[in-house]
């Protein structure tokens, strides 16, 4: 059985940071490629940044040089840092991995 389990969401001030994880089991993160999600109240689903097998990385243009998605193959965990945070920011973060999603973890941005 599959399972995500994100961790490390919470309440932030603007121009602060936060590192999310998503440890997975029943799925290997080095042979499968990984993206993190956000979804802001009455807004669609977004993705974030993700991560491919060979380790290549891919970010929303809203996130570039604030956002770094890196993997630790042998904690099967993948992980977010976000450094200056906005409220814009502020979502329901969500890991997926082929058709396997997580339960999300909230990060709230106060101005």
């Known amino acids: 059985q599959v399972q995500l389990v994100e961790s490390g969401g919470g309440l932030v001030q603007a121009g602060g940071s936060l590192r999310l994880s998503c440890a997975a089991s029943g799925i290997s993160f080095s042979i499968n490629a990984m993206g993190w999600y956000r979804q802001a109240p009455g807004k669609q689903r977004e993705l974030v940044a993700s991560?491919?097998?060979?380790?290549?990385?891919n970010y929303a243009d809203s996130v570039k040089g604030r956002f770094t998605i890196s993997r630790d193959g042998a904690k099967n965990t993948v992980y977010l840092q976000m450094n200056s945070l906005k409220p814009e920011d502020t979502a329901v973060y969500c890991c997926?991995?082929?058709?396997?999603w997580g339960k999300g973890t909230l990060v709230t941005v106060s101005s």
């Open positions: 991560i491919t097998r060979g380790g290549y990385t």
């Open positions: 997926k991995s082929l058709q396997y």
